[in-house]
């Protein structure tokens, strides 16, 4: 279980990214932080991944304080940021140099059959389509087998077509063993096709606007009656968000 306890993040410069949050993920459940530019989203995701610590507050892991990076926690990030001058399979096992050559071996032939890449280990990142590029990124964070992971709009760069396709094959590598999957994205319906949760930020500074759960069964239609309807209501909570309140409004964090 992750649990983040009244965190605040203010920059050196003054600017306060986050105030007040509270979260808790439950292992195995996907979350979506969903949310326009600046309600702090990516700052959240960089203190769940220990690469920013909080100014206030807490983030643990099983109880244990999040201060650094940890090999339990994985990231992709927006751009596969493949290193040019390593094949796919070097690139997929860099993470994991520490293991003994023949379950190093394994697990990057494990990781790279399971985003359909198995042929392309000698290949170079040239080689690649940007899909098949995140493709990789994502093989070389499951190679690691975290406990959660963190994806920072992980397919915003790719064509529609595209993004749908990773967006269903991201569901079927995490039914494999099932992590903490915790996907930032600005995309409302990539949000609603892929997770349990949506917790809605508003900015300045960021908090939890909203919590919802909505109630469709996988796989979800994104053509379906009660999917466009959700697509809707979550809509609404973005424009509301937006909206820069009164110097009285309060904000608390409700479920719908």
């Not at 326009?36 to 991944?49: A, H, M, P, Q, W």
């Not at 096992?93 to 190093?104: K, N, V």
């Not at 992590?179 to 900015?203: K, S, W, Y």
Request: some cysteine; overall charge negative; glycine content about 8%.
């Amino acid at each position: 279980m992750l649990t983040i306890t009244t965190v605040d993040k203010r920059y050196p410069n003054g600017t306060l990214a986050l105030s007040g949050l509270d979260l808790t993920v439950r292992e195995g459940e996907i979350v979506a932080i969903l949310g326009g530019s600046g309600c702090g989203k990516s700052t959240l995701l960089r203190l769940i991944s220990g690469l920013d610590t909080p100014s206030r507050g807490r983030l643990a892991l099983e109880g244990t304080p999040i201060l650094a990076p940890r090999p339990e926690i994985g990231v992709v990030f927006q751009e596969p940021r493949l290193m040019p001058w390593l094949t796919i399979g070097q690139n997929v096992a860099f993470g994991i140099r520490h293991l003994p050559t023949e379950e190093r071996e394994t697990r990057v032939s494990e990781a790279l059959e399971r985003v359909g890449l198995a042929a392309h280990q000698s290949h170079w990142p040239r080689e690649l389509s940007g899909g098949q590029a995140q493709r990789v990124a994502l093989a070389r964070a499951l190679v690691g087998r975290p406990k959660v992971l963190l994806l920072d709009e992980p397919f915003s760069a790719l064509d529609a077509l595209t993004r749908s396709d990773l967006q269903e094959h991201l569901l079927d590598l995490w039914a494999y063993d099932r992590p903490t999957l915790i996907l930032v994205t600005h995309d409302i319906e990539e949000a609603l096709f892929l997770a349990d949760r949506i917790v809605v930020m508003q900015p300045d500074p960021g908090r939890v606007r909203v919590e919802v759960t909505p109630p469709l069964a996988r796989p979800r239609d994104r053509l379906d009656t009660e999917f466009l309807d959700w697509k809707n209501r979550l809509l609404g909570e973005l424009g509301h968000a937006s909206r820069r309140p009164s110097s009285d409004e309060a904000f608390p964090a409700v479920a719908i």
